[in-house]
């Protein structure tokens, strides 16, 4: 059975990559796409969301939600991903559609999954926190939270070293990552080691599917640009989260305790934690195999099978 997927996510382009991958997978199924307000503002968030399903008319539709704006002064990422948040790839933009408040919308996905509902977080963790505060008991219920973020031994993409999603909203990531629920963080140290170069998009564009065509549209702004990690390169962090739930044995993991800092320039940075409470202690994905992951990648958005 596929197990019940709600993504929160602020739509960047490899968050849609992300989208495209986990809609094509068999062994998750997408009930729900919430936006949260990130790399763009959450209204163009939820256009994103609702353009990109439109142009890609999956055989089932999954739910929009519609999160927070999280406080604070907005981190400027056009230079990254666009002034729309997907590289102005084209997708028709039309207004907001209308979509669940995402309170009710966990509430609601959370009792029906009766325990099997798998949270993907691909932007910053505002929603997810505010529903853990507001509703602690059924946030016990989900079975497992998966957290594309945070930075341990590497630098991060915002200020001061910071992964960009925790930086956003640092409160709401401290809030998540000491609730003592079942977390896998899958951060920047893993997601580097996975990049996508012209060719990769120029296979994406050859594959003769529409989910093919658009993300080379996408993917092709943040490579034009001079930023990490390099002229022609693209990271996909947001689809590396999604890959770790598709395929395990591909990662590697280990446990430990993560304090977040909340507070001056170091806020949005996280360092592991010695000591403490086990059951605090989160799943953190240390290694990947990026080559097999890349393959896998492009047999599933490409509809491929690869021989060796």
Not at 58 to 65: A, D, E, F, I, N
Not at 102 to 112: C, H, I, S, T
Not at 209 to 227: H, K, N, S, V, W
Not at 266 to 283: H, I
Request: net charge negative; with cysteine.
């Amino acid at each position: 059975m596929a197990a019940p997927l709600l993504i929160d996510t602020d739509m960047g382009i490899d968050d849609a990559v992300g989208v495209c991958l986990a809609l094509v997978a068999e062994t998750i199924d997408v009930w729900a796409i919430v936006g949260v307000g990130g790399n763009v503002e959450l209204e163009q968030v939820t256009k994103n969301i609702s353009g990109l399903l439109t142009a890609l008319n999956p055989p089932k539709l999954p739910v929009v939600g519609r999160g927070r704006d999280p406080e604070g002064e907005p981190l400027d990422r056009r230079a990254v991903f666009g002034d729309d948040g997907l590289g102005e790839c084209g997708l028709s933009a039309g207004e907001a559609p209308s979509a669940k408040d995402f309170v009710e919308l966990y509430d609601e996905l959370v009792r029906q999954a009766d325990g099997q509902l798998v949270v993907m977080t691909m932007g910053p963790l505002s929603n997810l926190a505010a529903f853990i505060e507001e509703f602690p008991d059924a946030a016990r219920k989900i079975n497992r939270i998966y957290i594309a973020g945070g930075a341990v031994w590497t630098s991060g993409d915002a200020e001061n070293g910071a992964e960009f999603n925790f930086r956003r909203d640092p409160q709401a990531a401290k809030t998540v990552l000491s609730s003592g629920l079942p977390i896998t963080i899958v951060p920047l140290d893993v997601t580097k080691l996975v990049c996508l170069d012209e060719s990769h998009v120029a296979h994406l564009a050859a594959s003769g599917y529409r989910t093919g065509e658009i993300l080379a549209r996408a993917l092709r702004f943040p490579m034009e640009q001079d930023e990490e990690p390099a002229y022609g390169k693209s990271y996909i962090h947001a689809a590396v989260a999604a890959g770790s739930i598709i395929w395990p044995d591909l990662f590697m993991k280990t446990q430990m305790r993560m304090e977040v800092a909340t507070e001056g320039r170091a806020a949005g940075c996280c360092r592991p934690a010695l000591g403490g409470e086990k059951s605090l202690q989160v799943n953190m994905l240390t290694a990947v195999n990026a080559v097999d992951f890349i393959e896998n990648l492009f047999e599933s958005l490409c509809h491929e099978t690869f021989v060796v």
